[in-house]
Nanobody, 117 residues
Framework: QVELVESGGGLVQPGGSLRLSCAAS????????MGWYRQAPGKERDMVAR???????YYADSVKGRFTISRDNAKNTVYLEMHSLRPEDTAVYYC???????????WGQGTQVTVSS
């Protein structure tokens, strides 16, 4: 079983920055694709950024140039650096782990990010 624990959310003014962290338990982190998703009220959960085990990164068009995903396999942790935040970035952000060898997906409990003046 894998447990994902997010941290780093909060309230920030437009144009501000936040860094989200997600710590994973277990031994499959380094072999897994890690992702950040977000869900705003009344909307579907959408992919924000993904990083595969080999280090390749993928971003939603809406966050390209503003957000950066990274991972530290020694710490079983994935990060999301968010800059130039906008009110439309307000959502609950969820950490996701996908282990391709077993086709298993795990989710964190989510952390709220609110961008408002």
């Amino acid at each position: 079983q894998v447990e994902l624990v997010e941290s780093g959310g909060g309230l920030v003014q437009p144009g501000g920055s936040l860094r989200l962290s997600c710590a994973a338990s277990g031994r499959i982190f380094s072999m897994s694709t890690m992702g950040w998703y977000r869900q705003a009220p009344g909307k579907e959960r959408d992919m924000v950024a993904r990083i595969i085990s080999a280090g390749g990164k993928y971003y939603a068009d809406s966050v390209k140039g503003r957000f950066t995903i990274s991972r530290d396999n020694a710490k079983n942790t994935v990060y999301l650096e968010m800059h130039s935040l906008r009110p439309e970035d307000t959502a609950v952000y969820y950490c996701n782990l996908y282990f391709p060898y077993a086709g298993r997906t795990y989710w964190g409990q989510g952390t709220q990010v609110t961008v408002s003046s």
